[in-house]
């Protein structure tokens, strides 16, 4: 080992160097023995480790300790002293030092040496580890974006050909079964009642088609905004589960941005979801705000409420999902929630306007 020691009495300098040789850790050995030689001894070799002695004449460890910090050095810094106080024992270890030693302890030196490299070396593993798995979960995270981005754009483009391409040849349908009860003017009841029961079966498969591409992805989200989108699922979740379901806006924008404006349909969609399935609620009161940059929506039920730290044992993915849509925006999402008291979803994210004019 490299070992620079920090030394301006000769007598303790000599000794520590035949401890280190007799423990057999030795492969270089320098001692400078003021401010000047230790700069120039950092400066012009790299060393594994630097012992320090506390005072030296216009110098000390604390300094030195600053200079190989504000270096960004690597290399291992033990403070060897005569006498120390607890206090400063313990700020120069928060200042960076790895270890202090005292000189009439000075047998534990080698130890403390190689205690130190070893700590180094975890230390530098840990970071190691922490970095790759942050990097995995930024990776995670973006797979998950682009996902949803893509689903997203598909399930528009599949929404939009069964809404045009089906419902354009079913109207087809529709007005050729007309023509045929017109020309044909049927007396016969039975065939009266057919062409009737005919048209009745294409209207429902229009509204059957309407329905599953309002699944997809509700045109109206598209054509009328967000506000209206919210709405208007509002009053299809109140018709459909008979929980009374009221959805008021105190914004007035309009434009709000594409992506944004999904993201937060999706969500409110995923919420009203959750309080059908587990709320037992018989109320749903939502609301969407703008609080100066950021845009707000509450939904709150009274339903049962549940108990947040169960989430991580379900392995289930809703809400987790809506956080990280929150997060894609840039927001956050909050829910607060007690047993029996019903649930409040709070979503907060900022604003973003459409720069594009819309289609019409
Ligand atoms: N409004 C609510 N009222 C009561 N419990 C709720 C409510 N919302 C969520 N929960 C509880 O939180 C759990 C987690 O919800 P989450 O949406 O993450 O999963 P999930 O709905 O069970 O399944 P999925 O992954 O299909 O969404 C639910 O299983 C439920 O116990
Ligand atoms: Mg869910």
Redesign the pocket.
Known sequence: MKILLLEDNPADAGLIKTLLERAGILSEFAVAADKSEFIEAITKNSFDVILADHRLPQFSSVEALKIIKDKNMDVIFILVTGTVSEEFAVSIIQQGADDYLLKNNLNRLPAAIIQSIERRKMQLAKKLAEEELKTSREQLRQLFFHTQNIREEERARIAREIHDELGQQLTGLKMDVFWLNKKLNPVDAEVKEKIAGMIGLIDSTVRSVRKISSDLRPGILDDLGLIAALDWQSSEFEKRTEIECKFHSETNEQNFEKDLATNIFRIFQ??L???A???Q?TKINSMLEQDNEMIVLTIN?N????DQK??PK?N??????MGERAMMMGGELK?N?TPGKG?T?ILKVPLRIETTPLKN
């Open positions: 995923e919420t979801t959750n309080v399935r587990h709320a609620a039920d339903g049962k409420g549940f169960q989430i379900k289930t993915l809703g809400i987790i999902g829910i929630s649930t979803t």
